[in-house]
């Protein structure tokens, strides 16, 4: 099978999420042969080094040996049992595992089988714990500015990005939304946390004036990555967390993207000492081998939907796959990672050597800001330095840094003009240098003309 045929066949039946197809008529998509660590091979023998984690997902490398011997010895005991009315020892001990890694307080877990259905999942969970104590009033939910939370239609109505929402406003529940956090429009001189703390505010106000009609807040904490990997100070958590107790709202955590060590920390909660009322994971969950996800919920949540059937109270929620055998196992198989290799401690030291490479950028001309949180950097190209001025968009300059760094076999995915390294784990030294490398050379190519 060669590399042409492949990506021909593919564009005479295949439609490609997030994608118009047509810009493929000049670049068909890649068929990749094989993976292994941070690389990726086509049918041609060209490699591309994975800067973005394959979507965000991937944490311990393709083909993974680890991950690999788990899955193998899972698939040939057990790939998959309907989760009502069974369980399997993969679905019991990861959720163990996850309760024991998360923050105090989240005692019981509810898969699901992908991040917009675990947030399907968190909110519906809010809304119907609510109702069982009568709190009829509460439906509605508090959402941040430039938020991301999934395709489906409740997770995109809590989410903020236009590009991917407003096509489909007519169809969404109405959410209340706050200004973002985010340290970005910071003045200049101030710090992270005054910034995050003084928009706190309006947060506060938003609470304030709607508390009674609302069932939870949701944040993705520390970082909004699919709204241009956008960051803010964990004081804010705090000051969420304080508030979401005092006005009786929930407080879900979107820990889909930064969750599995992204943030330096196993969970961004941690950075703010925070326990959420419900904390949604997905994405890095199993390595990067499967869909699953979960979300992370309290006793006493648990407690008030546990009571005699009659009473109509019990969470009827199912996905057909809801805790698949193989997903769990990979999911066990990641954690185990984690612990027995240090992951965390490891990453410290990876992620110096990430700022190290990305230091370059920070006088770059077209520059305005480079931002780090653990694992995640994030180069934010514009017009103009000075006053920040965007480039068009419809120039499309960082989808010609994604083509130039393909030619180079670095797999680079901006985000609009956002370029942005957020490896796997066991990416070397060596090898952020190359991606850092390519980024640049594609940088002044693409601000050039
Ligand atoms: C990716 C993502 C989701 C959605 O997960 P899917 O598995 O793509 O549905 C939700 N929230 C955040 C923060 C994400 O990054």
């Not at 003045?187 to 505010?201: H, I, N, T």
């Not at 000492?273 to 949604?280: K, L, V, Y």
């Not at 077209?366 to 965007?390: C, D, F, S, W, Y």
């Not at 680079?412 to 796997?424: K, N």
């Amino acid at each position: 099978m060669t590399n042409p045929s492949l990506s021909q066949r593919d564009l005479s039946v295949l439609w490609h999420p997030c994608t118009q197809m047509k810009d493929h008529e000049t670049f068909p998509p890649i068929p990749i042969k094989k993976g292994q660590g941070a690389w990726l091979e086509d049918f041609d023998g060209n490699r591309y080094l994975d800067a973005v984690s394959s979507w965000w997902v991937n944490l311990f490398g393709h083909c993974n040996p680890i991950i690999n011997a788990a899955l193998k010895d899972q698939l040939d005991t057990l790939e998959h049992v309907i989760f009502a009315g069974f369980t399997h020892e993969s679905a019991v001990k990861l959720a163990e595992s996850l309760i024991e890694a998360s923050p105090p307080g989240l005692t019981r877990c509810f898969y699901a089988d992908n991040g917009s259905a675990a947030v399907e999942v968190a909110l519906k969970m809010s809304f119907h714990y609510w109702r069982n104590w009568g709190a009829i009033k509460k439906t509605k939910f508090i959402a941040l500015e430039n938020s991301y939370h999934g395709e489906t239609l409740g997770a995109l109505a809590v989410g903020n990005v236009p590009l991917y929402k407003e096509t489909y406003a007519a169809l969404l529940m109405e959410v209340i939304t706050v200004p973002s956090p985010d340290c970005y429009h910071r003045a200049p001189g101030e710090s992270w946390m005054d910034y995050s703390s003084r928009r706190f505010e309006l947060m506060e106000n938003a609470l304030r004036d709607h508390a009674e009609s609302v069932c939870a807040v949701i944040v993705e904490p520390l970082v909004q990555c699919a709204g241009n990997m956008r960051m803010y100070d964990p004081v804010y958590l705090q000051l969420l967390r304080e508030a979401c107790d005092r006005y009786h709202v929930h407080l879900i955590a979107d820990e889909i993207a930064v969750g599995f060590g992204r943030t330096g920390t196993l969970f961004a909660c941690e950075q703010a000492a925070i326990s959420p009322d419900f904390m949604c994971l997905s994405k890095g969950l199993t390595g990067g081998y499967l869909p699953l996800s979960a979300v992370l919920t309290t006793d006493k949540i648990y407690r008030t939907f546990y009571d005699d059937y009659q009473k109509l109270t019990a969470f009827l929620h199912s996905h057909s796959y809801t805790g698949n055998a193989l997903s769990c196992r990979a999911g066990l198989a990641t954690l185990e990672i984690f612990q027995q290799q240090d992951i965390i401690a490891k990453n410290r030291i990876l992620a110096k050597t990430m700022a190290k490479v990305a230091a370059r950028f920070h006088d770059h001309p077209h520059v305005a800001e480079v931002r780090q949180m653990g694992m995640i950097v994030a180069i934010e190209l514009v017009k103009n330095k000075l006053t920040r001025e965007p480039y068009p968009w419809q120039e499309r300059r960082g989808l010609r840094v994604y083509r130039y760094a393909l030619s180079k076999g670095v797999l680079l995915r901006p985000l609009g003009d956002v370029i942005y390294f957020m490896p796997p784990y066991i990416i070397t030294e060596d090898e952020l240098r190359l991606m850092a490398d390519v980024a640049w050379d594609g940088i002044q190519l693409v601000v050039k003309g």
